[in-house]
């Protein structure tokens, strides 16, 4: 167990509400990463943090954004939401941070978007 | 560029083996992940693979060919609790891992 929790676990909402995501660590990991899981699709890479305040693109960005103001917490934030944002969204922390080290997933956020 | 492919559904009997193909391509090599994900639950790290050959871990093991790009995972004495998907993924760039869409194996009694 990694001592990740995500919440809220499931959320609907109304297309062009704004939405905020948050992933919680109990071990201070430095790496972070939020994916997204459709299907035909797998998990794609939103954003990801290689520290407090510094973040990265992923694959899939666009309409996302990420702030990481304290170790323990990676936030999530979709804007303006749309119908194509419906996912089920997934954190997951890299306990060393480095291109071979295990990636530990959060139990997920089933969001939609109506 | 990075790329990877699994099938996207098995199915099994309970007790038997099975195996579970994924061939890749990427830009410089540094390892190939499996993990198992159960329906509605997150992604569980199963292995990890860097050099050619088998690595069991009891009734699962992994292979690697570098050379062919392509690994694979073996299931053996099947059981239903072994339904799930698994997804193979490879590391990419310095920090960051790239996921194929995974296989769907479905056990039958």
């Known amino acids: 167990d990694a001592g990740i929790t995500q919440s809220p676990r499931h959320k609907v909402t109304e297309t062009g509400t704004p939405v905020t995501l948050r992933c919680h660590q109990t071990?201070?990991?430095?790496?972070m990463y939020w994916y997204r899981q459709d299907p035909g699709h797998g998990l794609r890479l939103i954003h990801y943090?290689?520290?407090?305040?510094?973040?990265d693109k992923g694959e899939v960005s666009d309409g996302y954004s990420v702030s990481r103001s304290k170790t323990e917490d990676f936030l999530l934030t979709l804007e303006s939401a749309t119908s194509s944002q419906t996912s089920v969204y997934f954190c997951?922390?890299?306990?060393?941070?480095?291109?071979?080290?295990?990636?530990?997933f959060g139990p997920g956020t089933r969001l939609t978007v109506l | 560029g990075q790329n990877i492919d699994q099938p996207t559904e098995m199915t099994a009997t309970e007790g038997a083996i099975v195996q579970i193909n994924c061939t890749y391509q990427?830009?410089?090599?540094?390892?190939l992940f499996w993990y198992q994900q159960h329906a509605g639950e997150a992604p569980t790290f199963l292995s990890y693979?860097?050099?050619?050959g088998l690595e069991e871990k009891g009734r699962f093991s992994s292979f690697l060919s570098r050379s062919k790009g392509y690994s694979y995972l073996l299931l053996k004495e099947l059981q239903m609790k072994d339904s799930a998907s698994y997804l193979c993924?490879?590391?990419?760039?310095?920090?960051?891992?790239?996921f194929g869409t995974g296989t769907r194996l479905l056990v039958f009694p």
């Open positions: 997951a922390i890299s306990v060393g941070g480095g291109l071979t080290d295990t990636q530990y």
């Open positions: 071990e201070n990991h430095r790496y």
């Open positions: 943090s290689y520290g407090v305040k510094d973040t």
């Open positions: 990427t830009s410089g090599f540094n390892g």
């Open positions: 693979n860097v050099l050619d």
């Open positions: 993924a490879v590391p990419y760039n310095t920090d960051k891992l790239i």
